[in-house]
T-cell receptor, first 114, second 113 residues
Framework: AQSVSQHNHHVILSEAASLELGCNYS??????LFWYVQYPGQHLQLLLK??????LVKGIKGFEAEFIKSKFSFNLRKPSVQWSDTAEYFC????????????FGTGTLLAVQP | EAGVAQSPRYKIIEKRQSVAFWCNPI?????LYWYQQILGQGPKLLIQ????????DSQLPKDRFSAERLKGVDSTLKIQPAKLEDSAVYLC???????????FGPGTRLTVL
């Protein structure tokens, strides 16, 4: 069965610090990969996605993620966080050809201190 | 472009009562999803529709949960009777095709007392 692991449940950073949130999945076939973000009081929205091609994908607000197939990983990065990045971040994986079901990780709550 | 609409936004009921949630997806999106998000966890898929047909309902507790999408547009999710452990946010999402980007609604926060 597919599963998604997010290693950090809570992360606290100061503004301008660099961010890396880990995401690993278990599925041996082709995958579509996503990072979703939920800002306080708002609904889930897409941050970035990987379907195929360049494994380094860029999303909104300066975020990027790198798909490393050999490590089954899709880590999220941002070189310099802002207070407005305070939110909960979810990694999600869709194992194509299996159930076509989007499996979410448990989420990482990021708090950025001004 | 209008997003995914859900109502109500909040609902408080007592256990053993019934409740229904409504979702209107983005126009033209054939695939509609209902997720349950329990506090501290990621969303978990309950049911997926392709137009008005069910694609996956393997994680839907069918003894108490039901969902329909009669005309391939709006959808309702019902819980009858509710249990304490059903307290969660119920999210509706839609996508143009299976496996594609999903757009989420604001969710309905259900509290079962």
């Amino acid at each position: 069965a597919q599963s998604v692991s997010q290693h950090n449940h809570h992360v606290i950073l100061s503004e301008a610090a660099s961010l890396e949130l880990g995401c690993n999945y278990s599925y041996g076939g082709t995958v579509n990969l996503f990072w979703y973000v939920q800002y306080p009081g708002q609904h889930l929205q897409l941050l970035l996605k990987y379907f195929s091609g360049d494994p380094l994908v860029k999303g909104i607000k300066g975020f990027e993620a790198e798909f490393i197939k050999s490590k089954f990983s899709f880590n999220l990065r941002k070189p310099s966080v802002q207070w407005s990045d305070t939110a909960e971040y979810f990694c999600a994986v869709n194992g194509l050809g299996a159930t076509n079901k989007l499996i979410f990780g448990t989420g990482t709550l990021l708090a950025v201190q001004p | 472009e209008a997003g995914v609409a859900q109502s109500p936004r909040y609902k408080i009921i007592e256990k053993r009562q019934s409740v229904a949630f409504w979702c209107n997806p983005i126009s033209g999106h054939a695939t509609l999803y209902w997720y349950q998000q329990i506090l501290g966890q990621g969303p978990k898929l309950l049911i997926q529709f392709q137009n008005n047909g069910v694609v996956d309902d393997s994680q839907l507790p069918k003894d108490r949960f039901s969902a329909e999408r009669l005309k391939g547009v709006d959808s309702t999710l019902k819980i009858q009777p509710a249990k304490l452990e059903d307290s969660a946010v119920y999210l509706c999402a839609s996508s143009q095709e299976e496996g594609g980007e999903q757009f989420f609604g604001p969710g309905t926060r259900l509290t079962v007392l």
